[in-house]
């Protein structure tokens, strides 16, 4: 089975703008979670969807946002950016809650 | 979800066994213990998971001691692609339905030739 994929793999945007990155995950996982990577912060979970509806979510602010489509891939949105969002961002899949198989993540960085 | 507490960073040369432990003193009756491999620029990978006394899979080893308060990830004879940043989590186990997993800063592996 092909993996986890992520698009775009790097991305540099400018304060106030938003980003929407993709995730596409294993055929046949339903669940997809989101997750941030910074070094001062360390990995941190976003939210978890299962069958397009939101399950789990982390700590942010309502600037992050996603959705999950019928196909099971999953969408993350940031609106407004800051500085602070650059970040590399997992998205993680599963089966039923099986363990979890991550992407190779996108590289934010915000200018 | 318990709170997980390991070193920061260890040392090791090719060839030789690699123990890192993590201490969780709060685990709950129906937590496992999840151990995560992560390469710089790469998403964390998964490598054992155990509920208690040892689990071995071909890549490592688990040891829990019958308290659960603590756990032993055991790498033998690693090389050199083993340099990377370990994470040990705590909570319930996958077929739980646990997909929100809280990492803690982890072990900074690196072995050296």
């Known amino acids: 089975k092909a993996g986890v994929t992520q698009t775009p793999r790097y991305l540099i945007k400018t304060r106030g703008q938003q980003v929407t990155l993709s995730c596409s995950p294993i055929s046949g996982h339903r669940s997809v979670s989101w997750y941030q990577q910074t070094p001062g912060q360390g990995l941190q979970f976003l939210f978890e969807?299962?069958?397009?509806?939101?399950?789990n979510k982390g700590n942010f602010p309502g600037r992050f946002s996603g959705r999950q489509f019928s196909n099971s891939r999953s969408e993350m949105n940031v609106s407004t950016l800051e500085l602070g969002d650059s970040a590399l961002y997992l998205c993680a899949s599963s089966d039923r809650g099986d363990e979890q198989f991550f992407g190779p993540g996108t590289r934010l960085t915000v200018l | 979800l318990a709170k997980t507490t390991q070193p920061i960073s260890m040392d090791s040369y090719e060839g030789q066994e690699v123990n890192i432990t993590c201490s969780h003193n709060?685990?709950?009756?129906?937590?496992?213990i999840t151990w995560y491999q992560q390469f710089p620029s790469q998403g964390p990978r998964f490598i054992i998971q155990?509920?208690?006394t040892k689990v071995t899979n071909e890549v490592a080893s688990l040891f829990i001691p019958a308290d659960r308060k603590s756990s032993t990830l055991s790498l033998p004879r690693v090389s050199l692609s083993d340099t990377a940043v370990y994470y040990c989590?705590?909570?319930?186990?996958?077929?739980?339905?646990?997909?929100?997993?809280?990492f803690g800063a982890g072990t900074r592996l690196a072995v050296h030739p």
């Open positions: 989590l705590v909570g319930r186990s996958h077929s739980g339905g646990y997909n929100k997993l809280i």
């Open positions: 709060n685990i709950a009756t129906n937590d496992y």
């Open positions: 969807y299962f069958s397009e509806t939101q399950r």
């Open positions: 155990g509920y208690k």
